[in-house]
Structures are given as C-alpha cells and as structure tokens.
C-alpha cells in the first residue's frame, strides 16, 4: 500500500497552513500552538510507556527543567532562543538520565512512586530555589520570539513549533521502527532473553529516558513561550498525570494517537467548560472508560475501524488486501517444504551463520578448547547449586551436561551466560574471565544460548525475534537511525535478508511473518535457536532444546546440531532426550547435587555405576528425591 | 530538651499516619501487585465523613471512626472492581496507575461538590489544650493517633499471622496461581486486602484531622508521602512500614524546624531515592531469586 507515503506527507504540509484559514488567536495559538508542543512531550513520553513499557509520573519534572533552563537563559543571560532551547534539551536529558536509573532495576509500583518522587522534588526545588527560579512568583520577562524580519510571536509561534512537531513524531517513528525500537520492546517483553541476544539493558533502559527527556525538555523550552510565563504550580504531578492521559486517550504507539490524545486533553477542558465544578469526575470517568473499554485508545479503534471499512470495500469489489494480519498456527502454508525437517542438511541458508575469527584461536582449530570452567560454583543461601564444576566446551565438539532434575544443569547455562554470579571458580572464554561480565556482553563475545523455558518475544513476529538476535550487526549508532541515512537503511535490509536466511535454515523460512506466540512449541524451539545463531556464536549453550518435541522434530534438532558442529561452533547440549545425547556428543559430563559425577565418552558414560545409580536411584541416594529442575 | 521531645513526638505522631496508609499500600501490594494511588483521597473522604458524623450529627468520634471505616471499606471493594480488577487482566502497569488516579480524581471533586472546597477545622475528641508532661506540652490528639495507630497495625497483623483468612493472603502474595489450586478465591482475597487498606486509610484521615484541617485537598500529599514510606520500609514488611514512617515524619520536623519549612517535604523523596539505588526492596524487604 503505497498510498499513505504521498498522502501523510502532504497532509502534514498541508497542516502547515492552517493558522491561514482563521486568524483567531484562541484557535490558533491557544489550541494548535499548544496542541504541537504538548504533542512534542507526549511522543517522547510514549517511547517510555509504549515502546519501553515502562511507567513515568515524573515527566512533568523534565518539562520544567527544558522550560526553566530556557526560561532562565533568555531572561536572565539574554541568550537566543536557539542556544536557550538547546540548553533546555540538554538539561532535560541530563534529568532523563537520572530519572532512568531507578527504571534499570524497579518496575512496577516502585518505579511509578520513584517517579513520582522525582517530579515533586523538582517541584520543590523550583519552588525554594528562588534566587535561580524566582520561585513562587514565577518567571514573566522572557524576551521575544523576533530576530529581525523573523517574528514567532502569537500566532506567528504556530510556524515555528508545528515543523518541530512534525520532525519529533518522525524521530520517534524512526526509531521505532529501526533496532532501536526492537531493542525496546525486546526488553519490554523479556528483559533476560534479550539481554541474553545481546542487548544492553543499560544501554536501552536509559536511553529511552534520555530521549523522552530530551523531547519533554523541548517541549519545556517551547512552552515557556506560549503564555511568556512559567511559575511552578504548572509542573505538578497533575501535569505528569496529565500527560500519560492524553497518550492512554490517544493510543500509545501511534503518531496519530499521540495527537489525538493531546488536542482531546487541551480542548476538552474548554469544551466542559458548563460544567467546569464536574470537569475532573468526566475526565476521571472518561480516562476510566478508555482503560476499561478501548484499551488501544481512539488510534486503536480509528486503525481497526479503517481495517473494516477497507475490508468490506475489498470484499464488494472481490479484490483481496495483502494480509497484514498473522496467519493463524496450523495453516496449509506451513506444511510445505522444510517442515520439521530443517534445511541443515541441504545446505540452504547454512551461510548465514557467520563463523567468527576469534583472537589467538585457530578458526579451524578443532578441538580446541573455547569455553572453559574452573572450579565454578554458586550457592543460593545454603544451597550449592553447582559445585566445583569443571567443563571444557570445545570447537566443533558437542559437550552433552546430563543429570537428574534439579541437578544443577540449567543452573550451570545461567552461569556461563551471565545471568547468575558465580560464588566460586572461575570462567574463561576465548582469553577473557567472563564470571562478571553482563550477559550481552557475553553474547556480543561469542556465547549465545536458548532457554529450557522457551523465552521468545511472542509479540514480535518470527523474523523480528531473529532480528533481535542481529542486534549487534547495527554498527550506525542513534544518529543514523534518526536522520534515516541510506547506511541505516542498508543495515536493516542486510539483517532482514540474514534474519530470512537463518529462518530458512531452521525449517521456519515460511513463517517469518507469523507472531512468534502463534507458533507451535517444537518450531518455537527452533526459532530460539536460530535467534541464537544470528548472534554469531563461537559457542552456543542448548538448554533441553528437544524438550517437549515429537520425534520427527527432535530428528530435525539433531541434524541441526550436526550442521552447526560441522562449522566449528562448540556446543553445550543439555538435554534428557538420553537417544539425542548419545548420537550428537562428543564428551558427556554428568551432574548430580551440582556436582560432576561422570565425565567421558557417551558409551563410558552409559556404563558407569555412578551414573546409573544417580539415574535409577540406589540406596546411595534413597531419599534424596530430586526437586525440580 | 524539652523543644526536642515535643518535636520527636510531633514526627512519631505524623510518621504513624504515614505509616498507617503504607501499612494499607503494602496489604494490597502483597496481594495484587499494586498500590492504590488513591489512597490518600480515600483518607480524605474518610476525614470529611467523619466530620459529618461528628460535628454535624452530633453522633461522637467514636461513630465518626466507625463511619469512616464502613466508607473506606466500600470504597475498597469499588476501586478494586472498577479500577485494578481490569487492569490485572491486561497486565499493564501504567492501566492500574491511571485507573487509581482516576478514581482519586474523580473522589476529590466528588468531595468538593460534598462538602465545599473549602477547609473546615476538625473538632479533636479529647480536645486541643496541650497536656503538660512536666516541662513537655503534648497534644492529647497526638497521642491518640500514635495508640489508635499501633493497635490497628498490630490488630490487622495478628490476623494476617493467625487466622486462615490472613494464611489465604500470605498464600495469595507468595503464589496466586497455587493459591488458587489449593482452593483459595484468589479475587475475593484480593478484594478484602483492597477493604482493609481502603478502611485504614478512611480511618487515618479522621486521625489526622483534628491536627490538620479536614478539606478535599488535604489527602493528596499525605497519600503521597505515604508512597516514599512504603518503599523506604519495604512493601512486603509490617514492621518496615512503621520504621518507614518515623523516620520519615521525624525527618521532616526537623527538616522544617531546621532547615526551612519549604524543603518539609523533600527528605522523604531524597530518602525514597536513596533507598531505591542502594536497596530497591525497602530497608526491610528482601531481595528474591528470579528463576528463569
């Protein structure tokens, strides 16, 4: 549907025009002009709320840093609009970035209330801090918007804050659209899987505060300039409330919501102006109707309504749209070829797996040892998980962990990705000590891993899920991504086409549109490991990737095993299924109460009395009735 | 000397009716993950009921304690069916955040359409002349709502220890899912602690009234440092809560005796945020394992 890239576009220089048609100053500057700058902060706010999923009652905070570093630069410094602006914007990020410290490690209630903190102390400084702010009295000199023939004042204002509209509802559909926006809604979703396929919470976390800051200070900077006066009870938590309002009203997600929802909160004030004594109870039942009734807000119930009527047009003329919705599981389409059997073996997209070069190994070093443990050892309060663990995962090799539930095997894997701290020992990989690295790091270094408990991003769709594991091939940093550069474009095309190949070469290469959710579990699990494999693994840890699986798909997973040990990748193979362990695996080691019983051959495992003892239970062990795993 | 401990127990006596609301905020928490953002419109209204009851039907402070408790509980089983119940379903944090604003929203103006926007004095039951414990002059209210307050907390605390209804809310908070399959209601049990806190929270407001002044705004800061307290203390901790609310009522006497009157309000923010960084589960909280 090629025919919104014209319309929007000119619907938007259309709207350039408007203050054209009526010159009233009411509709044009108290309405629109504010309308555009409320609308500036509402979009920045969204990428908090809706894409990150985080909650800010603080947001009215930032506003005020923009609007009174602005303020006191023009008043005080007599600088420019645009240096005071700039300033504005960079204040709010700074504030942004304290303001997201607390959402790196608290969700929920307590982020809400740290936000709401937030916001009352910069009132409060506001307020007290009278020799910088004025404080109660507020600030009322600000020079004019006139620099020669340019004049911004009164409605005049409207020509200056609607482009700037416009090109931050771009910005932040940009970067919606581009990693930055999966890396969002990958943590939003499942903030360990997506660490663990190398995204940095810090780095995404507070870079979405930031950039909402830094839109809400710009949105503070352009405020000042529509009544000529900011005084403090302006930035109260109403104001915070206020803006979660009109982007719950709107519809989060949506440029056309982010609009909406803010012209509905400037006007209808006015509009129940009659009934000024019970304005707050309409707004409160109206806010109460839209969380109850249309959850997606008005630019949800618009998109479906159009979705309707475009589908009832559609179905007079017999013409049928290009489906956009996903395809239920189970369709015909998916019974065609490389279901269940993975395209490994033919060979086809087995080239989208980059082997890496890793310093001071030998790329054709089979053997060769990649991942190495040491001593390694956790205890939870009194319980050791995993005891004095020594495991050598080689290149090219597959090293099966094995044991009975509750033996410390996963345990182990949320070590060596970094999920859990080591309380012992040690863990060396490719020359480096990873017992404290990050989990992205750790991916970003070369170890990737799937989860016992399929950990997808089950709203985004397969080949998103893919695309979150090519993370780390966006080398073009936030600029880029913002001005939309042909490198940026270039970047997302190649991880798409590699995204589509690895689907290809898990068997899923059909599905790539599919919600990831929708999907059976054994092609869930496949899908894992192809997320796995687009982040470049030198060594990948497979946590029961045959749990759950019919016999025809754990065929599938073990043809697949041997593709991957065929390109030199090591791999650590977790796994119950005891036919898979003993055809794939080069060396089994053997855990039981954390600690390695067995090490050795599959067939000098399979003998070993400890091992069957450990298995079958003897009177060693009577009793001890494994927990689960 | 004698300045100090009046000051103290002016900050013990503020610090209760802080931590009487957090002790509300943290009943719902354990069981429904989250916290009633209008909790300190329902303390108003509370207030102002009793207020009725009291100064206007002449029917004592007792009746007006009763009131209070029977609309804060009403008002718990409202806000838990119209503003969390839904927004459990979606799962969204920010649905139950906006929804409990919108209720206290709606509360406040309901209140000022009640009662007048204006502030009416509270007619403190055993009335305002200080006591004089040798050089201290202690106000009889004061002293009421640090007794009122303990009892309550510790009345509510034997019954979640005790009694099988307060054993199906410990249930509830660990695991609400195995709560269910042992045959607990899970929402019936969510919709009491909502009862519970709700009517606390009613009760606190006609506590504090007869040192403040009953009106339809004076709810909101104190809900709101309420929200600091709780977290200092830790939401999942009894005991957290009242360590919480001292610390914070003492710390803003003396920031206002101190310091200056207009930074009150602040050290119970700094002190939320501190805590947030260096240990996010409150003082008293503990941290659990995320299994993955």
């Not at chain 1, 362990?581 to 090490?599: C, H, K, N, P, W």
Request: hydrophobic share 50%.
């Amino acid at each position: 549907m090629a025919r919104p890239r014209i319309v929007l576009p000119l619907l938007a220089v259309a709207c350039c025009f408007v203050p054209l048609l009526t010159g009233n100053e009411y509709y044009v500057h108290s309405v629109l002009s504010k309308v555009c700058v409320y609308t500036i902060v509402i979009a920045g706010l969204d990428l908090v709320v809706g894409y990150s999923g985080d909650v800010s009652v603080g947001h009215a905070g930032l506003f005020a840093a923009g609007a009174y570093t602005t303020a006191i630069l023009m008043w005080k410094l007599h600088l420019p609009f645009p240096l005071a602006a700039l300033a504005g914007i960079a204040i709010g990020a700074l504030f942004g970035l304290l303001l997201g410290v607390p959402a790196l490690r608290l969700s929920g209630p307590y982020l809400a209330v740290a936000t709401i903190a937030f916001g009352l102390i910069v009132q409060t400084f506001v307020n007290e801090a009278v020799s910088l702010t004025n404080g109660s009295q507020g600030i009322r000199d600000i020079p004019p918007l006139r620099y020669g023939p340019i004049d911004f004042e009164g409605n005049h204002f409207y020509y200056l804050v609607y482009p700037l509209m416009v090109l931050s509802l771009l910005a932040v559909h940009r970067l919606a659209v581009s990693y930055w926006g999966r890396a969002f809604a990958a943590l939003k979703e499942n903030a360990v899987a997506a660490e663990c396929s190398g995204i940095s919470r810090y780095r995404y976390k507070l870079g979405a505060f930031i950039l909402s800051a830094a839109f809400a200070g710009l949105g503070g900077a352009l405020f000042v300039h529509i009544d000529k006066y900011i005084g403090p009870p302006t930035f109260s938590e109403q104001l915070s409330i206020l803006f979660l309002i009109a982007l719950i009203f709107g519809g989060v997600r949506s440029i056309a919501g982010n609009i909406i929802g803010t012209f509905l909160v400037i006007v209808l004030p006015d509009v129940f102006n009659a009934v000024a004594d019970y304005q707050l109870m309409i707004f409160g039942g109206l806010l109460l109707f839209t969380l109850y009734f249309v959850p997606q807000g008005i630019a949800g119930v618009l998109q479906a309504a159009t979705r309707w009527m475009l589908r009832g047009r559609a179905g007079l003329r017999g013409l049928s749209l290009p489906h956009r919705e996903p395809m239920p599981a189970g369709d015909a389409r998916l019974a065609g070829p490389g279901d269940g059997a993975p395209a490994a073996a033919g060979g086809n997209g087995v080239d989208a797996i980059a082997t890496r070069t890793l310093a001071g190994l030998d790329p054709a070093g089979r053997g060769a040892g990649l991942l190495t443990t040491h001593d390694l050892t956790i205890a939870f309060g009194g319980l050791v998980a995993v005891n004095k663990l020594n495991l050598e995962i080689r290149a090219g090799q597959v090293h099966a962990l094995i044991g009975p539930n509750g033996s410390g095997k996963s345990t182990t894997v949320n070590l060596l990705s970094g999920i859990y701290r080591p309380t012992g020992g040690s863990i060396r990989f490719a020359g480096r000590d990873l017992e404290r690295a990050s989990p992205h790091l750790i991916s970003r270094l070369g170890v990737a891993r799937t989860f016992q408990n399929v950990a997808l991003f089950g709203e985004m769709t397969v080949l998103e899920n893919v695309l979150v594991g090519l993370h780390h091939t966006f080398k073009g940093g936030l600029l880029p991504v913002l001005l939309g550069t042909r490198r940026a474009r270039r970047e997302e095309r190649e991880a798409r086409r590699r995204a589509q190949a690895l689907l290809a070469f898990v068997g899923l290469g059909a599905l790539g549109a599919e919600r990831a959710r929708s999907l059976p579990y054994g092609k869930q699990r496949l899908l894992e490991i192809a997320r796995a494999l687009a982040q470049d693994p030198a060594v990948i840890l497979l946590d029961e990737p045959a749990a759950g699986l019919t016999s025809g798909e754990i065929a599938a997973v073990d043809a697949l095993i041997d593709t991957l040990r065929a390109r030199g990748i090591g791999i650590l193979l977790i796994e119950h299924h005891m036919d898979l362990v003993m055809a794939v695996s080069d060396e089994v080691t053997v855990l039981d109460f954390g600690q390695r019983i067995a090490r050795g051959k599959p067939e000098e495992v399979q003998r070993d009395e400890r091992v069957i003892s450990a298995y079958l239970g003897t009177t060693v062990h009577q009793g001890a009735a494994a927990a689960d795993a | 000397m004698a300045d100090l401990i009046q000051l103290i127990l002016s900050g013990v006596a503020l610090g209760m009716i802080y931590a009487l609301l957090a002790f509300g905020y943290s009943i719902t928490f354990s069981t429904s993950r989250t916290i009633n953002f209008a909790q300190g419109e329902f303390l108003m209204l509370g207030a102002l009921t009793g207020l009725t009851v009291d100064a206007r039907l002449h029917l004592g402070y007792v009746m007006a304690v009763a009131a209070a408790a029977g609309v804060g509980a009403l008002l718990g089983v409202v806000l838990e069916r119209v503003a969390i119940r839904p927004a459990l379903r979606t799962g969204s944090t920010v649905a139950w955040v906006l929804a409990t604003v919108a209720l206290g929203i709606v509360a406040r103006n309901a209140a000022e359409r009640i009662w007048g926007t204006d502030d009416s004095s509270f007619p403190a039951p055993l009335g305002s002349e200080p006591m004089h414990l040798g050089p201290v002059r202690v106000l009889p209210q004061e002293v009421l709502i640090i007794g009122v307050a303990a009892l309550i907390m510790i009345v509510v605390e034997v019954f979640r220890r005790r009694s099988i209804w307060g054993k199906a809310v410990t249930a509830v908070a660990a695991d609400n899912e195995a709560a269910a399959l042992a045959g607990i209601n899970v929402p019936v049990t969510i919709t009491a602690s909502f009862v519970i806190s709700s009517a606390i929270a009613a009760v606190s407001g006609v506590l504090v009234a007869p040192l403040t002044l009953a009106g339809p705004t004076m709810g909101t800061l104190l809900g709101t440092k309420a929200y600091a307290v709780a977290i200092v203390g830790g939401l999942q901790s009894g005991i957290g809560v009242i360590v919480g609310g001292l610390l914070i009522g003492l710390c803003e006497q003396f920031t206002a005796r101190y310091i200056s009157t207009g930074y009150k309000d602040t050290p119970g923010f700094i002190l939320l945020i501190l805590i947030l960084l260096i240990k996010p589960a409150g003082i008293f909280g503990k941290r659990s394992i995320k299994k993955v």
